[in-house]
């Protein structure tokens, strides 16, 4: 009896359609959300009653 030997030669092959598709989905995100990154918020702030603040005398011991 003879048996065939096959020489079974298994290809590991990277399916690069779905990793491009992620790339894309991220690209799209980040040129979504970086505009609003450098933009700001127009807000009125409150004045106080006095505009300067006095400085506190300090004791210095040496």
Excluded: C, W
């Amino acid at each position: 009896m003879i048996f065939e030997t096959r020489q079974r030669r298994f290809l590991a092959e990277i399916n690069v359609i779905p990793l491009v598709d992620v790339v894309l989905v991220l690209l799209v995100i980040f040129m979504v959300t970086a505009p609003m990154l450098y933009r700001g918020m127009d807000i009125n702030l409150p004045t106080s009653a006095t505009n300067t603040i006095k400085p506190e005398m300090r004791a210095v011991l040496t």
